[in-house]
């Protein structure tokens, strides 16, 4: 039994020094050298427009001033068009952004805009006129133990641009 417990200790210590390596990489994310990326929000596709239903994808460009390769592990998100919520919700889609580089990022987003339908249409009136959008969310970086990157950004859509002929 005595021969147990120097082999125990010494487990206990390569564990420990096991978790503190595996955590250094992760420190630049929690130091004063981690920069947050910039996400801007580049491209809003239409994939499906129904009665009941409407599909959208959201593509983020993502770049990373930092000196390392940046994870991403997920984005939650609210969109506004004018005061109406478009959408909100979290993908959980993971990436890499190189160091110094970017990426882009795309979230699949469902919805139902029935209850805001006469609203939408009387926007739709006017194709020429711009609509103002709003995107709120957190950037979700890191491995295990990352940091939320808030995000908000404001725009203009031209509902014309969108709208077949």
């Not at 998100?77 to 909100?88: G, I, M, Q, T």
């Not at 699949?108 to 805001?116: E, G, K, M, Q, S």
Request: charged share 25%; aromatic share 8%; hydrophobic share 40%.
């Amino acid at each position: 039994m005595l021969c147990h417990a120097p082999i125990r200790r010494i487990s206990r210590v390569v564990v420990l020094l096991g978790l503190l390596t595996a955590t250094a990489g992760c420190s630049t994310w929690f130091s004063s050298d981690f920069q947050d990326p910039d996400v801007q929000l580049t491209d809003v596709e239409i994939i499906k427009a129904r009665l009941l239903e409407q599909q959208f994808m959201l593509r983020f460009r993502i770049d990373n001033p930092n000196e390392r390769s940046l994870p991403v592990r997920g984005l939650v998100y609210r969109v506004h068009l004018n005061d109406v919520e478009l959408a909100k919700g979290e993908s959980s889609a993971w990436a890499t952004i190189p160091a110094h580089g970017f990426e882009y990022y795309e979230v699949p987003v469902h919805t139902n805009l029935w209850r805001h339908m006469k609203y939408i249409v009387r926007l739709l009136e006017k194709p020429d006129r711009p609509i103002a959008y709003r995107l709120d969310g957190e950037l979700k970086t890191g491995l295990m133990l990352g940091r939320g990157v808030h995000i908000s950004t404001n725009g203009e859509i031209i509902p014309g641009n969108f709208i077949p002929e």
